[in-house]
Nanobody, 126 residues
């Protein structure tokens, strides 16, 4: 059974930093992209960032470019999202996701990610 478990969320002041972790179990994601999405109250779940197996290729939403960094440690089967210069508009539940296998390009659509974690709350105060 595949499980993705996020951790590291919490309450932080604007301008602060947090690092989210996503530990995968049940399979290795050696041919999958791993991504982070977020969903704010009353809004659709949106793409935040994704990373290739090697870590060499990444993609970010324009709203987080330059502030967030995605990385992965394949030995630990874990993906990270380092978030800096946080803003109140970053407040959301953050979800880790594993993509469909064998894709050539980094997917940003939710439908390309069949594996999901339960989410971790990030709240940024002003």
């Amino acid at each position: 059974q595949v499980q993705l478990v996020e951790s590291g969320g919490g309450l932080v002041q604007g301008g602060g930093s947090l690092r989210l972790s996503c530990a995968a179990s049940g399979r290795t994601f050696s041919s999958n992209y791993m991504g982070w999405f977020r969903q704010a109250p009353g809004k659709e779940r949106e793409f935040v960032a994704a990373v290739s197996w090697s870590g060499a290729n990444t993609n970010y939403a324009d709203s987080v470019k330059g502030r967030f960094t995605i990385s992965r440690d394949n030995a630990k089967n874990t993906v990270y999202l380092q978030m800096t210069s946080l803003k109140p508009e970053d407040t959301a539940v953050y979800y880790c996701a594993g993509s469909i296998s064998g894709l050539r390009a980094i997917p940003t659509g939710r439908s390309m990610y069949p594996y999901w974690g339960q989410g971790t709350q990030v709240t940024v105060s002003s």
